[in-house]
């Protein structure tokens, strides 16, 4: 297995899939000079796009400034795998686990937001390769079945349109020998093009008059008493309100990374399958896939019939979100060797991408709200999964905190506290290294791994 997934990965681009696309729009200038506006967004990724568009929506007349250190999508935006889902906690019983009191209001909230983003697709036109078949989760080996039964009279308890799958049933979705039965959740969930979203919000974010710069990193904030200046590279702005959308990389204020941790998600995207290779694996609805795996993996997919397969978390030393150790094809050996386990029918496929990228974990893992100089600043991140659809509502109720608006949501717990701390270095680098080898052998070897994973869980890091 594994000479088959180096094979496979032998002439891989070290590069997003998504991000290698003539459709990416012209890059906006940078910022140079002195600027002001009402609102300022530091952040060019999905929070940011979606803070910009919907504070424009709410009062066209007010000035919002976007800035973006690189290019728009190209931090952790344009990474991930591309599945969209109503939850706006990292899934059902996540919330069940962290805010149990406020399930209601919760999946409600991410109903609305679904309902908004689907919206806002037809609205300005955003052409991301949008697939509204559901998302599966499948189970890997038999003692994963009756957790996917809790979840699905979960999901049934709140409203969802919910399939429970044998054996039978999942080999009829997907033909894979390690998946023992799926959970077919049909409603407002999907897959999308996450790059071509974060392109298409940011064309309707110009149409509506933000002002945009990219390649305009923040430096430095000054708090001014009723005002905070932004200084960038070459320029600065000077602003009552700023909306920190920097997510994993967790800029604009030192304490962020408190509650914040840079984990790397490693991804790899397959050649097109030809249609013989597609009948192999069925997978006729198209859906967003995770499996039940310690160390789990999740896939989908796109347009052209490419699979898209990620997994195997890293965390390097000092939240580094660019380490160069994960620019090597050796990194992606272990995933290919978990694909070609799910679908040991494509031997000889072979790998055009591979590549990593940032997720912000916190010990809820969810969006949180952090707030500095008097509530003038308010951070918005932590999206640990599902952040591509949950930033959209993760950005409105940073906009509300930012602006004084009264709203239910305001008074959610979800709002009004704070993930747990993390430790600091060395002890955060050393604890994820031994966490990370656990999830990697746990379901191979048991043992400490399994009683660590849990004792993480109770002291609350629920990674497995």
């Not at 049934?156 to 998946?179: C, F, M, N, R, T």
């Not at 640990?384 to 608006?405: K, Q, T």
């Amino acid at each position: 297995m594994h000479d088959l997934a180096r094979n496979a990965l032998q002439d891989v681009t070290l590069f997003p899939y998504w991000l290698d696309s003539t459709a990416a729009p012209a890059v906006q200038h940078q910022l140079i000079g002195r600027a002001e506006s009402d609102l300022l967004i530091v952040g060019g990724g999905f929070t940011g796009l979606w803070a910009a568009i919907q504070a424009k929506e709410a009062n066209p007349e007010q000035d919002v400034v976007l800035i973006e250190a690189g290019k728009v999508a190209h931090g952790a935006s344009g990474r991930p795998g591309g599945i969209v889902s109503t939850s706006v906690m990292h899934g059902l019983s996540n919330a069940v686990r962290v805010f149990p009191n406020e399930l209601h209001a919760l999946e409600r909230l991410g109903h609305e937001n679904m309902r908004g983003f689907r919206e806002s697709l037809q609205r300005y036109e955003i052409d991301c390769h949008a697939q509204w078949n559901g998302e599966l989760t499948v189970a890997v080996g038999d003692e994963n079945v009756p957790g996917l039964e809790d979840e699905y009279r979960l999901l049934l308890k709140y409203g969802h349109q919910a399939e429970l799958l044998d054996a039978d049933g999942i080999q009829g979705e997907i033909k894979s020998p390690v998946y023992s039965a799926g959970l077919w959740c049909r409603n407002n969930s999907g897959t999308v093009h996450p790059a071509r979203l974060a392109w298409g919000l940011k064309r309707a974010a110009l149409s509506l008059g933000v002002r945009l710069y990219e390649h305009t990193p923040m430096m430095r904030v000054v708090d001014n008493g009723t005002t905070i200046t932004v200084k960038t590279h070459d320029g600065e702005v000077r602003t009552p309100r700023v909306l920190l959308a920097t997510n994993a990389f967790a800029a604009g204020h030192r304490r962020i990374k408190h509650r914040v941790a840079a984990i790397r998600d490693r991804i790899i995207c397959s050649e097109p399958l030809t249609d013989a290779q597609m009948a192999e694996i069925g997978w006729h609805n198209r859906q967003g896939v995770y499996d039940t795996r310690t160390q789990l993996n999740y896939t989908r997919l796109t347009e052209d019939n490419r699979i898209v397969f990620g997994g195997r978390m890293g965390y390097f030393y000092g939240n580094n979100t660019d380490p160069e150790q994960d620019r090597n094809s050796e990194v992606y050996e272990r995933l290919g060797e978990a694909f070609f386990r799910t679908f040991p029918q494509l031997e000889g496929v072979r790998f055009t991408h591979a590549w990593s990228g940032p997720i912000a974990l916190t010990t809820r893992m969810a969006v949180h709200f952090q707030r500095y100089y008097d509530d003038k600043m308010v951070y918005a991140g932590g999206y640990s999964g599902f952040g591509i659809s949950a930033s959209r509502c993760g950005a409105r109720m940073a906009l509300d905190l930012l602006y004084g608006v009264p709203s239910a949501e305001s008074e959610l717990d979800m709002v009004k506290t704070m993930p747990n701390r993390f430790p600091g270095e060395p002890f955060r680098w050393a604890g994820s290294k031994i966490t990370m080898y656990a999830l990697d052998t746990a379901d191979e070897k048991g043992g400490w791994r399994k009683l660590w994973l849990r004792l993480m869980s109770l002291v609350g890091f629920p990674l497995s």
